[in-house]
Structures are given as structure tokens and as C-alpha cells.
Nanobody
Framework: QRRLQESGGGSVQPGDSLKLSCALG????????MAWFRQVAGKEREGVAS??????GSWYHDSVRGRFTCSRELDTLYLEMKGLKPEDTGTYYC????????????????????WGQGTQVTVSS
């Protein structure tokens, strides 16, 4: 059983919307801290959005704040993306289960133990 499985990626035009899903499995269903990251070939993986599922807390990369919304419903983590731009192109990964997690590390990749395999998002005209 996969612990994290992303879906919902695709090819869209600038200005379009897309909603990514990440199905939780196994012990990740109990995860408190969860996040979305993205990576472009040749660049480091960057944190896009993170949530603390026990309190009302969320963190966003400056480039997506106001356009992306991270949420969790039951055993699925979502990333709703609006007003997509070409620079949002990349492989999107969900992550869960904090490792020495703190708000200042919410968008650090080494703050999470479990990772999905990724889903591709391409924004181009």
C-alpha cells in the first residue's frame, strides 16, 4: 500500500486552475504536518505549501501565496492552484510526517519523512 499517492496533474494554459490530490495510506493518515513541494529538472525541490492539520496553520511560498490553497479532507491532501503561470511548471510531490518540524522549517524538504512519487504540472500557451 502506497503511503502517499499524488494525482491530478496535467497540461494547462496560463491563468487556468488545477487541483492536485494526495491520497494518504498506512501511518500517514495520522500525520499532523503535511506539505506540497515542486521540482524542475536541474533545480532543487522547493516547498510550495504546508499545513498543520491540528491547528489552523498554513505556510506558502511567496510565489504562490494568494493563488494556491493547501487543505486536507479525511485521508486526502489537496493543493488547489489558481491563476497558474508558466513558472509553476514542475513535478509536484506531497510530503507528510514531520521530522523535527517547526513553523520555520515548514517548507524545508528535510522536515518530512514520507514522500509521494510526484505528479507533473505543465503550464504553457
Amino acid at each position: 500500500q502506497r503511503r502517499l499517492q499524488e494525482s491530478g496533474g496535467g497540461s494547462v494554459q496560463p491563468g487556468d486552475s488545477l487541483k492536485l490530490s494526495c491520497a494518504l495510506g498506512g501511518y500517514t493518515t495520522s500525520a499532523r504536518y503535511m506539505a506540497w513541494f515542486r521540482q524542475v529538472a536541474g533545480k532543487e525541490r522547493e516547498g510550495v505549501a504546508s499545513i498543520d492539520t491540528r491547528v489552523t496553520g498554513s505556510w506558502y511560498h511567496d510565489s504562490v501565496r494568494g493563488r494556491f490553497t493547501c487543505s486536507r479532507e479525511l485521508d486526502t491532501l489537496y493543493l488547489e492552484m489558481k491563476g497558474l503561470k508558466p513558472e509553476d511548471t514542475g513535478t509536484y510531490y506531497c510530503a507528510a510526517w514531520g521530522l523535527n518540524w517547526s513553523p520555520t522549517r515548514a517548507l524545508d524538504s528535510d522536515a518530512y519523512k514520507e514522500w509521494g512519487q510526484g505528479t507533473q504540472v505543465t503550464v504553457s500557451s
